[in-house]
């Protein structure tokens, strides 16, 4: 290899180089990716403001797969967002605000699913 590339010279192995780097980056653009976990949204409708716990939702939804605060509040994010370069991507989420007893305060449902 080492007489090869002496043969051929620097410009020889650059461009080897960037050949191999630009085939590397076009099989993963080709590609997607996920992020998060699948959950149900079928039971999103029985979720109520004022009266829904967090132990209604982890037997709703099971464990979220974000949690976080706003406000000084709890938050639970359950979500799936697929992405590809080429063809459409596909996400849904379910965020959940509840007040200091536990209790769900809010809640939104986004879905690009059809």
């Given at each position: 290899m080492k007489n090869f590339l002496a043969k051929r010279?620097?410009?020889a192995f650059g461009f080897s180089s960037l050949l191999l780097v630009a085939s590397?980056?076009?099989t993963?653009?080709?590609g997607?990716?996920?992020?998060?976990?699948?959950?149900?949204?079928v039971r999103v409708p029985e979720i109520k403001v004022g009266q829904t716990r967090k132990q209604d939702i982890t037997e709703m939804f099971g464990t979220p797969w974000r949690t976080g605060m706003e406000?000084?509040?709890?938050?639970?994010?359950?979500?799936?967002?697929?992405?590809a370069l080429f063809g459409g991507n596909d996400s849904q989420d379910l965020l959940?605000?509840?007040d200091a007893q536990g209790?769900?305060?809010?809640?939104?449902f986004s879905s690009t699913r059809k």
């Amino acid at each position: 290899m080492k007489n090869f590339l002496a043969k051929r010279g620097p410009r020889a192995f650059g461009f080897s180089s960037l050949l191999l780097v630009a085939s590397l980056a076009t099989t993963q653009l080709t590609g997607c990716f996920t992020v998060g976990q699948e959950f149900s949204p079928v039971r999103v409708p029985e979720i109520k403001v004022g009266q829904t716990r967090k132990q209604d939702i982890t037997e709703m939804f099971g464990t979220p797969w974000r949690t976080g605060m706003e406000d000084g509040k709890p938050t639970w994010t359950y979500g799936i967002y697929k992405y590809a370069l080429f063809g459409g991507n596909d996400s849904q989420d379910l965020l959940i605000r509840f007040d200091a007893q536990g209790v769900v305060r809010s809640y939104t449902f986004s879905s690009t699913r059809k």
